[in-house]
């Protein structure tokens, strides 16, 4: 109910709940009859553009920082990855820098090897071969040489070099029949095979029959 609390004046006691319903009869309104062409935008309007504005600027933020994440996390990866590639280099570098030595080494085994197998029992200078022959293998040991036989094994072309084949009717074909020189591993790496000669098939005769005879 209106009270006159004096001359000019007039109060009323509206209920909040009256208060906010006009405001959302407001709100409805603009959205559903938006302002004629040329008209001042509303606060509401200018409030609505500035959230959309900072929206956009965020995610355009976020987007960027996560490329940027992303770039520097490759970038890690990149690094890590050649670091660990030089590694491996390095320490293949250091397992095999004596294989051109050691290839230039190898005749004078084989000649040791050789004098030894020609030698007869009773040769003094035999003892004085043998003794050189065993320094060199125990100084090629400590730097990781390994040698090999391949005398009465089967023929394995991937530590075998055959350098000729000999009848042997004893043998089954294709077995090492004689070692010209051991193979040799540096690190258990190849680094020369065993020269060889194998056992070659039985000579056939005018039937294809095998001629052991």
Same mark, same amino acid.
């Given at each position: 109910?209106?009270?006159?609390?004096?001359?000019?004046?007039?109060?009323?006691?509206?209920?909040?709940?009256?208060?906010?319903?006009?405001?959302?009869?407001?709100?409805?309104?603009?959205?559903?009859?938006?302002?004629?062409?040329?008209?001042?935008?509303?606060?509401?309007?200018?409030?609505?553009?500035?959230?959309?504005?900072?929206?956009?600027?965020?995610?355009?933020?976020?987007? =960027?920082?996560?490329?940027?994440?992303?770039?520097?996390?490759?970038?890690?990866?990149?690094?890590? +990855?050649?670091?660990?590639?030089?590694?491996?280099?390095?320490?293949?570098?250091?397992?095999?820098? +004596?294989?051109?030595?050691? =290839? #230039?080494?190898?005749?004078?085994? #084989?000649?040791?090897?050789?004098?030894?197998?020609?030698?007869?029992?009773?040769?003094?200078?035999?003892?004085?071969?043998?003794?050189?022959? =065993?320094?060199?293998?125990?100084?090629?040991?400590? +730097?990781?040489?390994?040698?090999?036989?391949?005398?009465?094994?089967?023929? #394995?072309?991937?530590?075998?070099?055959?350098?000729?084949?000999?009848?042997?009717?004893?043998?089954?074909?294709?077995?090492?029949?004689?070692?010209?020189?051991?193979?040799?591993?540096? +690190?258990?790496?190849?680094?020369?095979?065993?020269?060889?000669?194998?056992?070659?098939?039985?000579?056939?005769?005018?039937?294809? =029959?095998?001629?052991?005879?």
């Amino acid at each position: 109910m209106a009270q006159d609390n004096g001359k000019g004046s007039f109060s009323a006691d509206i209920p909040q709940s009256l208060l906010d319903e006009a405001l959302d009869a407001v709100e409805k309104k603009e959205e559903v009859q938006p302002p004629p062409a040329g008209a001042e935008p509303s606060e509401l309007d200018k409030l609505r553009a500035q959230l959309e504005l900072s929206m956009a600027a965020g995610k355009d933020a976020f987007e =960027k920082l996560k490329e940027e994440h992303d770039r520097r996390l490759r970038a890690v990866a990149d690094l890590e +990855n050649y670091r660990k590639r030089v590694q491996r280099e390095k320490e293949e570098l250091e397992r095999f820098a +004596n294989e051109r030595i050691l =290839k #230039d080494i190898l005749p004078v085994v #084989d000649n040791l090897d050789r004098a030894l197998a020609a030698a007869a029992a009773d040769d003094p200078l035999a003892g004085g071969v043998k003794l050189v022959l =065993k320094v060199l293998e125990e100084a090629l040991g400590r +730097n990781g040489v390994r040698s090999f036989h391949a005398l009465g094994e089967p023929f #394995d072309p991937k530590v075998h070099e055959a350098i000729m084949a000999v009848p042997a009717g004893d043998k089954p074909p294709g077995t090492v029949v004689i070692q010209h020189g051991r193979g040799f591993l540096l +690190n258990d790496r190849l680094v020369r095979p065993a020269l060889v000669a194998v056992a070659a098939p039985p000579a056939q005769d005018g039937d294809g =029959k095998g001629n052991a005879g």
